[in-house]
Protein backbone atom coordinates (compact mmCIF):
# COMPACT_ATOMS: atom_id res chain seq x y z
CA UNK A 1 0.00 0.00 0.00
CA UNK A 2 1.24 3.25 -0.92
CA UNK A 3 2.02 6.05 2.03
CA UNK A 4 -1.45 7.97 -0.30
CA UNK A 5 -3.70 4.85 -0.44
CA UNK A 6 -3.00 5.12 3.77
CA UNK A 7 -3.76 7.54 4.11
CA UNK A 8 -7.11 7.24 2.54
CA UNK A 9 -7.89 3.80 4.42
CA UNK A 10 -6.94 5.41 7.56
CA UNK A 11 -9.33 8.43 6.68
CA UNK A 12 -12.02 6.08 5.86
CA UNK A 13 -11.45 3.68 8.88
CA UNK A 14 -11.75 7.09 11.26
CA UNK A 15 -15.23 8.24 9.03
CA UNK A 16 -16.82 4.64 9.72
CA UNK A 17 -15.78 4.67 13.60
CA UNK A 18 -16.67 8.33 13.99
CA UNK A 19 -19.96 7.64 11.94
CA UNK A 20 -21.07 5.03 14.34
CA UNK A 21 -20.91 7.60 17.22
CA UNK A 22 -22.36 10.27 15.69
CA UNK A 23 -25.36 8.21 14.50
CA UNK A 24 -25.61 6.72 17.86
CA UNK A 25 -25.64 10.14 19.62
CA UNK A 26 -27.83 11.86 16.79
CA UNK A 27 -30.43 8.92 17.92
CA UNK A 28 -30.06 9.21 21.72
CA UNK A 29 -32.71 11.48 22.15
CA UNK A 30 -35.63 10.68 19.40
CA UNK A 31 -34.92 6.49 20.46
CA UNK A 32 -37.31 3.82 19.94
CA UNK A 33 -40.44 6.20 19.27
CA UNK A 34 -43.10 3.67 17.41
CA UNK A 35 -45.08 6.43 17.11
CA UNK A 36 -44.28 8.62 14.18
CA UNK A 37 -47.09 11.23 15.65
CA UNK A 38 -45.71 11.22 19.05
CA UNK A 39 -42.06 11.28 17.39
CA UNK A 40 -42.88 14.30 15.01
CA UNK A 41 -44.72 15.94 17.92
CA UNK A 42 -42.23 16.11 20.66
CA UNK A 43 -38.86 16.92 18.14
CA UNK A 44 -40.74 18.76 15.05
CA UNK A 45 -40.75 17.84 11.52
CA UNK A 46 -37.35 16.80 11.24
CA UNK A 47 -34.76 16.23 13.42
CA UNK A 48 -31.54 17.78 12.05
CA UNK A 49 -29.22 17.63 15.78
CA UNK A 50 -28.09 16.17 18.45
CA UNK A 51 -31.03 16.24 20.85
CA UNK A 52 -31.81 15.39 24.69
CA UNK A 53 -33.66 12.60 25.31
CA UNK A 54 -37.63 13.46 27.39
CA UNK A 55 -37.64 13.07 30.97
CA UNK A 56 -40.04 10.39 30.52
CA UNK A 57 -38.31 8.59 27.71
CA UNK A 58 -35.70 5.79 27.01
CA UNK A 59 -31.92 7.44 28.31
CA UNK A 60 -33.60 10.06 30.37
CA UNK A 61 -31.08 12.28 32.07
CA UNK A 62 -28.81 12.11 29.16
CA UNK A 63 -27.36 15.14 27.59
CA UNK A 64 -27.67 16.28 23.77
CA UNK A 65 -24.47 14.66 21.96
CA UNK A 66 -23.94 12.12 25.01
CA UNK A 67 -23.15 8.05 23.84
CA UNK A 68 -25.86 5.17 24.56
CA UNK A 69 -24.58 2.18 25.66
CA UNK A 70 -24.20 1.03 22.39
CA UNK A 71 -21.58 3.84 21.96
CA UNK A 72 -20.35 3.25 25.02
CA UNK A 73 -19.80 -0.46 23.92
CA UNK A 74 -18.51 0.88 20.95
CA UNK A 75 -15.78 2.56 22.56
CA UNK A 76 -15.07 -0.34 25.51
CA UNK A 77 -14.10 -2.58 22.61
CA UNK A 78 -11.85 0.38 20.43
CA UNK A 79 -10.39 0.82 23.94
CA UNK A 80 -9.15 -2.66 23.71
CA UNK A 81 -8.22 -2.85 20.24
CA UNK A 82 -5.60 0.19 20.56
CA UNK A 83 -3.90 -1.01 23.21
CA UNK A 84 -3.93 -4.42 22.43
CA UNK A 85 -2.51 -4.20 19.45
CA UNK A 86 -5.51 -5.81 17.79
CA UNK A 87 -8.22 -8.53 18.72
CA UNK A 88 -7.73 -10.21 22.25
CA UNK A 89 -10.65 -11.32 23.37
CA UNK A 90 -9.43 -12.27 27.11
CA UNK A 91 -8.67 -8.32 27.62
CA UNK A 92 -12.10 -7.77 26.24
CA UNK A 93 -13.89 -9.95 28.78
CA UNK A 94 -11.72 -8.49 31.20
CA UNK A 95 -13.01 -4.94 30.45
CA UNK A 96 -16.48 -6.45 30.80
CA UNK A 97 -15.85 -7.92 33.80
CA UNK A 98 -14.13 -4.94 35.38
CA UNK A 99 -15.54 -1.69 33.76
CA UNK A 100 -19.20 -2.64 32.85
CA UNK A 101 -20.59 -4.84 34.89
CA UNK A 102 -20.28 -3.49 38.10
CA UNK A 103 -22.12 -0.83 37.13
CA UNK A 104 -25.31 -2.89 35.88
CA UNK A 105 -28.03 -4.80 38.17
CA UNK A 106 -30.27 -6.48 35.48
CA UNK A 107 -33.13 -3.98 35.22
CA UNK A 108 -33.48 -2.76 31.82
CA UNK A 109 -33.52 0.93 32.26
CA UNK A 110 -30.08 1.47 34.01
CA UNK A 111 -26.51 1.00 33.70
CA UNK A 112 -24.36 3.53 31.56
CA UNK A 113 -25.63 5.25 28.51
CA UNK A 114 -29.67 4.86 30.44
CA UNK A 115 -30.26 1.81 28.64
CA UNK A 116 -29.07 -1.88 28.99
CA UNK A 117 -29.77 -3.99 26.51
CA UNK A 118 -31.06 -8.02 26.05
CA UNK A 119 -27.68 -9.26 25.08
CA UNK A 120 -26.33 -7.61 27.50
CA UNK A 121 -28.54 -8.62 30.34
CA UNK A 122 -28.51 -11.63 29.82
CA UNK A 123 -24.60 -12.08 29.74
CA UNK A 124 -24.44 -10.22 33.27
CA UNK A 125 -26.46 -12.21 34.55
CA UNK A 126 -25.01 -15.64 33.33
CA UNK A 127 -21.51 -14.26 34.42
CA UNK A 128 -22.41 -12.32 37.43
CA UNK A 129 -25.24 -13.74 39.04
CA UNK A 130 -24.97 -17.38 37.66
CA UNK A 131 -20.87 -16.99 37.56
CA UNK A 132 -20.57 -19.19 34.54
CA UNK A 133 -17.44 -18.66 32.48
CA UNK A 134 -16.91 -16.75 28.95
CA UNK A 135 -18.05 -19.27 26.23
CA UNK A 136 -21.45 -20.20 28.41
CA UNK A 137 -23.13 -16.81 28.97
CA UNK A 138 -23.91 -15.83 25.04
CA UNK A 139 -27.72 -15.72 24.30
CA UNK A 140 -30.47 -15.91 21.83
CA UNK A 141 -31.18 -12.42 20.82
CA UNK A 142 -31.87 -11.57 17.18
CA UNK A 143 -30.37 -7.89 17.65
CA UNK A 144 -27.83 -5.67 16.14
CA UNK A 145 -25.86 -5.31 19.26
CA UNK A 146 -23.05 -7.00 18.67
CA UNK A 147 -22.45 -5.99 15.14
CA UNK A 148 -22.70 -1.89 17.26
CA UNK A 149 -19.60 -3.27 19.02
CA UNK A 150 -17.58 -5.58 16.46
CA UNK A 151 -17.41 -2.67 13.74
CA UNK A 152 -14.62 -1.22 15.45
CA UNK A 153 -12.85 -4.89 15.00
CA UNK A 154 -14.14 -5.13 11.24
CA UNK A 155 -12.43 -1.73 10.67
CA UNK A 156 -9.36 -2.56 12.52
CA UNK A 157 -9.35 -5.85 9.99
CA UNK A 158 -10.35 -4.02 6.80
CA UNK A 159 -7.29 -5.58 4.61
CA UNK A 160 -8.16 -9.13 6.11
CA UNK A 161 -10.90 -10.25 5.28
CA UNK A 162 -10.35 -13.56 7.14
CA UNK A 163 -8.95 -12.52 10.39
CA UNK A 164 -12.17 -10.00 10.37
CA UNK A 165 -14.59 -12.81 10.07
CA UNK A 166 -12.75 -15.27 12.77
CA UNK A 167 -12.58 -11.72 15.30
CA UNK A 168 -16.06 -10.42 14.37
CA UNK A 169 -17.61 -14.58 15.09
CA UNK A 170 -16.06 -14.37 18.25
CA UNK A 171 -16.65 -11.67 19.66
CA UNK A 172 -20.29 -12.27 18.49
CA UNK A 173 -20.81 -15.42 20.33
CA UNK A 174 -19.65 -13.63 23.81
CA UNK A 175 -23.48 -12.41 24.01
CA UNK A 176 -25.24 -13.18 20.50
CA UNK A 177 -24.93 -17.43 19.69
CA UNK A 178 -28.38 -17.38 17.07
CA UNK A 179 -26.65 -19.02 13.99
CA UNK A 180 -28.46 -16.75 11.45
CA UNK A 181 -27.56 -13.11 13.43
CA UNK A 182 -23.96 -14.52 14.36
CA UNK A 183 -23.83 -14.99 9.91
CA UNK A 184 -25.95 -11.62 9.25
CA UNK A 185 -23.52 -9.70 12.07
CA UNK A 186 -20.08 -11.34 10.49
CA UNK A 187 -21.60 -10.44 6.65
CA UNK A 188 -21.93 -6.71 8.31
CA UNK A 189 -18.21 -6.93 9.19
CA UNK A 190 -17.28 -7.70 6.09
CA UNK A 191 -18.97 -5.59 3.75
CA UNK A 192 -17.85 -2.71 6.29
CA UNK A 193 -14.23 -3.71 5.60
CA UNK A 194 -14.87 -3.73 2.14
CA UNK A 195 -16.10 0.09 2.24
CA UNK A 196 -12.78 0.35 4.14
CA UNK A 197 -10.58 -0.71 1.48
CA UNK A 198 -12.45 1.68 -1.04
CA UNK A 199 -14.90 -0.67 -2.41
CA UNK A 200 -18.63 0.86 -3.17
CA UNK A 201 -21.90 -0.56 -1.49
CA UNK A 202 -23.48 -0.92 -5.21
CA UNK A 203 -24.15 -3.88 -7.20
CA UNK A 204 -21.04 -5.66 -7.28
CA UNK A 205 -20.19 -6.10 -3.55
CA UNK A 206 -21.89 -9.08 -3.45
CA UNK A 207 -19.96 -10.72 -5.99
CA UNK A 208 -16.89 -9.30 -4.27
CA UNK A 209 -17.99 -10.79 -0.95
CA UNK A 210 -18.57 -14.41 -2.88
CA UNK A 211 -14.94 -14.30 -4.09
CA UNK A 212 -13.61 -13.88 -0.80
CA UNK A 213 -15.83 -16.92 0.54
CA UNK A 214 -14.51 -18.66 -3.07
CA UNK A 215 -11.21 -18.19 -1.70
CA UNK A 216 -12.02 -19.33 1.70
CA UNK A 217 -11.67 -15.89 3.03
CA UNK A 218 -15.43 -15.64 4.47
CA UNK A 219 -16.76 -18.67 6.35
CA UNK A 220 -19.88 -19.36 4.44
CA UNK A 221 -21.41 -22.13 2.69
CA UNK A 222 -21.90 -22.20 -1.03
CA UNK A 223 -22.57 -25.04 -3.66
CA UNK A 224 -22.53 -22.87 -6.83
CA UNK A 225 -20.02 -21.52 -9.13
CA UNK A 226 -19.22 -18.29 -10.50
CA UNK A 227 -22.43 -15.93 -10.68
CA UNK A 228 -24.16 -18.43 -8.37
CA UNK A 229 -24.63 -20.86 -11.31
CA UNK A 230 -24.89 -24.50 -10.72
CA UNK A 231 -22.30 -26.76 -9.28
CA UNK A 232 -20.46 -28.83 -11.73
CA UNK A 233 -21.92 -31.96 -12.76
CA UNK A 234 -20.97 -34.74 -10.62
CA UNK A 235 -19.49 -32.39 -8.15
CA UNK A 236 -20.62 -33.97 -4.57
CA UNK A 237 -19.36 -30.49 -2.25
CA UNK A 238 -18.85 -27.30 -3.07
CA UNK A 239 -15.54 -25.48 -2.99
CA UNK A 240 -16.46 -23.90 0.25
CA UNK A 241 -17.94 -25.65 3.23
CA UNK A 242 -18.10 -22.68 6.13
CA UNK A 243 -19.15 -22.59 9.32
CA UNK A 244 -22.81 -20.72 7.78
CA UNK A 245 -24.89 -22.47 6.15
CA UNK A 246 -25.47 -20.42 3.24
CA UNK A 247 -23.95 -17.19 1.56
CA UNK A 248 -27.44 -15.64 1.60
CA UNK A 249 -26.21 -12.86 4.62
CA UNK A 250 -23.81 -11.72 1.48
CA UNK A 251 -25.91 -10.94 -1.45
CA UNK A 252 -28.51 -8.72 0.29
CA UNK A 253 -26.51 -5.83 -0.23
CA UNK A 254 -26.50 -5.83 -3.62
CA UNK A 255 -30.08 -6.52 -4.17
CA UNK A 256 -30.63 -3.66 -1.89
CA UNK A 257 -28.13 -0.91 -4.03
CA UNK A 258 -29.71 -1.83 -7.19
CA UNK A 259 -32.93 -0.95 -5.41
CA UNK A 260 -31.75 2.56 -3.98
CA UNK A 261 -30.44 3.20 -7.64
CA UNK A 262 -33.93 2.08 -9.38
CA UNK A 263 -35.98 5.12 -10.49
CA UNK A 264 -38.66 2.72 -10.57
CA UNK A 265 -37.65 1.26 -7.31
CA UNK A 266 -38.66 4.80 -4.79
CA UNK A 267 -39.12 5.27 -0.97
CA UNK A 268 -40.03 8.63 -0.38
CA UNK A 269 -39.07 10.17 1.76
CA UNK A 270 -35.83 7.93 2.59
CA UNK A 271 -36.92 7.97 6.22
CA UNK A 272 -39.57 5.75 5.60
CA UNK A 273 -37.50 2.74 4.62
CA UNK A 274 -37.90 2.15 8.62
CA UNK A 275 -41.82 1.27 7.62
CA UNK A 276 -40.73 -0.97 4.26
CA UNK A 277 -38.30 -2.96 6.24
CA UNK A 278 -39.91 -2.39 9.56
CA UNK A 279 -39.07 -0.48 12.13
CA UNK A 280 -38.21 -3.05 15.48
CA UNK A 281 -34.63 -4.24 16.72
CA UNK A 282 -34.30 -7.43 15.09
CA UNK A 283 -31.32 -8.27 12.05
CA UNK A 284 -33.44 -8.53 9.68
CA UNK A 285 -35.01 -5.31 9.77
CA UNK A 286 -32.12 -2.87 10.89
CA UNK A 287 -29.20 -4.24 8.39
CA UNK A 288 -31.54 -4.03 5.25
CA UNK A 289 -32.46 -0.80 6.23
CA UNK A 290 -28.79 0.63 6.45
CA UNK A 291 -27.53 -0.89 3.95
CA UNK A 292 -30.71 0.81 1.76
CA UNK A 293 -29.07 4.26 3.29
CA UNK A 294 -26.23 3.70 3.15
CA UNK A 295 -26.20 2.87 -0.69
CA UNK A 296 -28.46 5.46 -1.64
CA UNK A 297 -26.69 8.41 -0.14
CA UNK A 298 -23.54 6.89 -0.36
CA UNK A 299 -21.48 10.36 -0.47
CA UNK A 300 -23.91 12.11 1.76
CA UNK A 301 -23.38 11.07 5.04
CA UNK A 302 -26.10 13.80 6.64
CA UNK A 303 -28.88 12.59 4.60
CA UNK A 304 -28.06 9.13 5.25
CA UNK A 305 -27.69 9.48 9.07
CA UNK A 306 -30.58 12.04 9.74
CA UNK A 307 -33.08 10.03 7.48
CA UNK A 308 -32.42 7.25 9.83
CA UNK A 309 -32.76 8.65 12.91
CA UNK A 310 -35.84 10.39 11.46
CA UNK A 311 -37.78 6.95 10.87
CA UNK A 312 -38.35 6.52 14.53
CA UNK A 313 -38.35 2.75 16.12
CA UNK A 314 -34.99 1.29 16.74
CA UNK A 315 -33.32 4.47 15.36
CA UNK A 316 -30.40 4.06 16.98
CA UNK A 317 -29.44 0.97 15.62
CA UNK A 318 -30.25 2.01 12.38
CA UNK A 319 -28.21 5.14 12.64
CA UNK A 320 -25.19 3.68 13.94
CA UNK A 321 -24.87 1.11 11.29
CA UNK A 322 -26.14 3.45 8.69
CA UNK A 323 -23.18 6.14 10.03
CA UNK A 324 -20.27 2.95 9.79
CA UNK A 325 -21.36 2.52 6.54
CA UNK A 326 -21.29 5.88 5.04
CA UNK A 327 -18.32 7.07 7.17
CA UNK A 328 -16.23 4.59 5.65
CA UNK A 329 -17.22 5.43 1.91
CA UNK A 330 -17.09 9.31 2.72
CA UNK A 331 -14.07 9.52 5.65
CA UNK A 332 -14.00 11.55 8.13
CA UNK A 333 -13.61 14.61 5.82
CA UNK A 334 -16.63 13.97 4.16
CA UNK A 335 -18.54 14.12 7.71
CA UNK A 336 -19.89 17.50 8.57
CA UNK A 337 -17.54 19.31 11.41
CA UNK A 338 -20.85 20.50 13.06
CA UNK A 339 -21.68 16.07 13.84
CA UNK A 340 -17.89 15.83 14.82
CA UNK A 341 -17.83 19.12 17.31
CA UNK A 342 -21.48 17.94 18.62
CA UNK A 343 -20.42 14.82 19.98
CA UNK A 344 -19.40 14.31 23.51
CA UNK A 345 -15.69 14.06 24.45
CA UNK A 346 -15.31 14.33 20.16
CA UNK A 347 -11.47 14.44 20.97
CA UNK A 348 -10.82 11.74 22.50
CA UNK A 349 -13.07 9.19 20.00
CA UNK A 350 -11.04 10.88 17.64
CA UNK A 351 -7.53 10.15 19.00
CA UNK A 352 -9.00 6.59 19.78
CA UNK A 353 -10.20 5.81 16.27
CA UNK A 354 -6.98 7.23 14.84
CA UNK A 355 -4.76 4.39 17.20
CA UNK A 356 -7.22 1.25 15.10
CA UNK A 357 -6.33 1.95 11.67
CA UNK A 358 -6.18 -1.16 8.97
CA UNK A 359 -2.40 -2.02 8.93
Known sequence: MTPIDR???IDRAAGALMGAFIGDALALGPHWYYDLD???ARYGSWISDYTAPMPDHYHAGMKAGESSQAGI???LTLESLADCGGYDEADFCRRLDEELFPQLDGRPMQGPGGYTSQSIREAWRKRVQQRLPWGQVGGN???TEAAERTLAIAVRYALDPAALADAVTRNTVLTQT???VVAMTVAFGAVLGMLVEGHRLDAAISAKLMARVKSGALPFHTVTVGNLQAPRPGATEAPTAGRFPSPDALLTQSSIARAARDPDVRIEPAWKVS?????PCAVYHQFPAAYYLA???ADDFESAVLHAVNGGGQNLARAMLTGALVGAQVGLKGIPRRFVDGLADHAALLALAGRVAPR
Open 73 to 75: LLR
Open 295 to 297: ARF
Open 178 to 180: DGT
Open 141 to 143: ADT
Open 275 to 279: LVYGM
Open 7 to 9: EVV
Open 38 to 40: ELR
